[in-house]
């Protein structure tokens, strides 16, 4: 689905959002047009698709539908509604809306006319196991089956032709009146899938980009998000994985639900899952990182892992809110309006996330691979055929080095603060990753294009940081240390976001000369480091005079970081030393060296 590979989501729960009686009263007030009010903030997330929660006439939450042709009256009507997806619609942003066909509300039309006239209803096979053998826990005098046994929300019979035709003519109308782009299938995960491959092949044959996503909270994916299903699903694992790794300072928990989901081999590999922190369910991102410096991280996942980020209205600045015994889910869907935005930093941050996401491919299509996983740092790689870009993140409070290999190339730009660049050597790099952030790291294959610069606005006034740390070493090691470099990123005005495409442009090109054949390059170094090759056999010697012969590569099962096995010719001991040291230059009498250089025959 190509629009939605190319989106980022806005979620709202309308009720809450407008701040609506949470009984409905009856009486019609369009609050729903303050939506329009929120475009420009929209424009600036880099938001270009809004997904609705329940809008159709109910009895308090949404979810539980009167109505599926009318627009709840404490939201307005049909007519202003066409107007707020019509606004929405001419400002590049997308409209989803929450499809709740499992179960209706008591108050739905055909479910009153059962209490009103009984078995002389022809509506009483429209509900499931609607039978006269007994009563209701709401005093009816016939008994039918609540979803998961709330029996305020009565579970339609989804095989009944009338309630499909019924179901299908309102999103006809929906498609048609409000022109919208896809549907969010409420508790997907217990639906009868009979009815959702009609309703695929229903909206698919009027719009063949309309996107259907379904709510799974756990089981496989692949059961519902299918060719013959729907086209996604809500990704719940990673969800778990992201607040979890973040507050047990553990990165390999999510890493292991990225391998599992989306490396080489993954099981939900060709799935776009639908990416979050929170949402209208669950307690608010902000209350759930205990860190409030690692909220930043916890969106970074979402922006950068496979599939489409979704921010929950409000998050994105940081309001909090948690479930409790006596307002339930109150606290999680209050009322927000445009005065209540805060042009903080983690409002900056996922400003930046957006343009940043949606300026490269490789964040949106590319492959996944876990390249190096410790407690409190993971660096991950997105790859296509033109671009390959790593995501470093770092959930202590001071600046880290890490280091790794990659995929040729010769510098790193960190798109995500102020285009800081790395320099590769033998395929290898050491990267500083700002202390609770994020470094988007984008290969190039020469110095910086001159359409990198300034494409990134930054405070003019960073506050420096503790230096970096590094791991243990042996005596020999000559630690760098480097003063954080890292600017609190504004939120990009449209024509910075225009320079920070054509950085991706540049970084394209780079990457294609990056695939030349080695015959065609120029030498980057002298002769001596040039002999110096990732895994070439032979004798190596130390820069202080001894001589070591390279056994073997291996990789820390744990870290997954690259290790050089040698054995010294001199007493025949085994050593391993991460590849980031051994192939690392050193000073000595002011020039650079290799601190193993490669013996030449």
């Known amino acids: 689905m190509y629009w939605v590979n190319e989106s980022v989501f806005y979620h709202i729960y309308p009720l809450g959002f ?17 939506v329009i009010d929120f475009i420009p903030h929209l424009k600036e997330m880099n938001v270009n698709a809004v997904y609705f929660g329940p809008v159709f006439m109910s009895t308090t939450h949404g979810y539980d539908t009167n109505d599926y042709y009318n627009i709840d009256n404490r939201l307005g009507d049909n007519d202003s509604f066409a107007r707020i997806c019509e606004k929405l619609h001419e400002n590049g942003i997308k409209v989803v809306l929450d499809g709740v066909f499992n179960h209706v509300g008591r108050g739905f039309w055909a479910f009153q006319d059962v209490r009103e006239k009984l078995q002389s209803s022809p509506y009483c096979s429209w509900f499931n196991n609607l039978n006269f053998g007994g009563g209701s826990s709401w005093g009816d005098p016939f008994w039918y089956e609540g979803w998961e046994g709330n029996y305020d929300l009565v579970k ?94 553990n990165y390999f928990e999510i890493a292991h639900s990225l391998n599992r989901q989306f490396a080489n081999g993954g099981i939900y590999q060709n799935i776009y899952t639908y990416n979050f922190v929170d949402n209208h369910d669950v ?8 860190e409030p410096a690692n909220v930043k991280n916890a969106f970074s996942m979402a922006y ?29 869907r209050p009322c927000v309006n445009v005065s209540d935005i805060e042009d903080n930093e983690l409002y900056r941050h996922v400003c930046k996330l957006g343009a940043v996401r949606r300026t490269f491919n490789a964040l949106k299509y590319g492959s996944f691979e876990n390249v190096v996983i410790r407690n409190e740092q993971l660096v991950f790689k997105r790859k296509t055929e033109d671009e390959t870009i790593y995501i470093a993140l770092n959930l202590t409070d001071h600046n880290y080095n890490v280091a790794f290999g990659t995929d040729g190339g010769t510098k790193l730009y960190d798109v995500m603060n102020g285009y800081r660049s790395f ?77 920070i495409q054509a950085a991706a442009q540049a970084a ?56 050089v096995v040698y054995k010294s010719k001199a007493d025949g001991k085994v050593w391993a030393r991460p590849a980031s040291m051994f192939y690392q230059m050193v000073e000595i009498d002011g020039k650079q060296v290799p601190r193993f250089a490669l013996v030449k025959d």
Not at 284 to 290: N, P
Not at 531 to 559: I, M, N
Request: charged share 25%.
């Open 156 to 249: 339609l019979n989804l095989r009944h032709p009338d309630v499909k035709h019924h179901i299908f003519d309102a999103v006809a109308m929906w498609m048609e009146k409000f022109k919208i782009d896809g549907l969010r299938l409420d508790v997907a995960y217990c639906m009868d899938q009979d009815f959702l491959r009609e309703l695929k092949h229903f909206c698919k044959s009027r719009d063949p980009q309309f996107w259907l996503m379904g709510e799974i909270i756990h089981g496989d994916y692949n059961r519902i998000a299918n060719p013959d299903l729907l086209d996604s699903c809500t990704n719940y694992e990673c969800y778990k994985g992201i607040y979890s790794s973040l507050n047990d300072r």
């Open 283 to 290: 307690n608010r991102v902000a209350s759930t990182v205990k």
């Open 18 to 34: 407008c701040g609506a009686p949470k009984i409905n009263d009856g009486k019609k007030e369009y609050r729903l047009d303050k």
């Open 423 to 499: 320099d590769i050597t033998n395929n290898y790099v050491n990267v500083d990753i700002p202390a609770h952030g994020t470094a988007v790291l984008v290969l190039t294959a020469g110095d910086r294009p001159a359409e990198l610069i300034g494409s990134v606005k930054a405070d003019t006034s960073p506050a420096k940081s503790a230096p970096a740390q590094t791991e243990a070493s042996a005596p020999d090691t000559a630690v760098e240390q480097q003063e954080d470099e890292h600017n609190n990123v504004q939120s990009l005005p449209a024509e910075e976001q225009s320079r």
């Open 304 to 332: 950068f892992m496979p599939g489409v980020p979704s921010v929950y209205y409000g998050s994105e600045w940081g309001i909090k809110g948690m479930k409790n015994n006596t307002e339930y889910d109150a606290p999680l």
């Open 508 to 563: 394209k090109a780079a990457k294609l000369a990056a695939q030349r054949p080695e015959s065609a390059k120029e030498p980057e170094q002298p002769d001596t480091e040039a002999t110096v090759r990732w895994g070439t056999p032979g004798t190596y010697r130390h820069f202080k005079g001894g001589e070591y012969e390279l056994l073997c590569l291996a990789q820390d099962s744990e870290t997954l970081e690259d290790l």
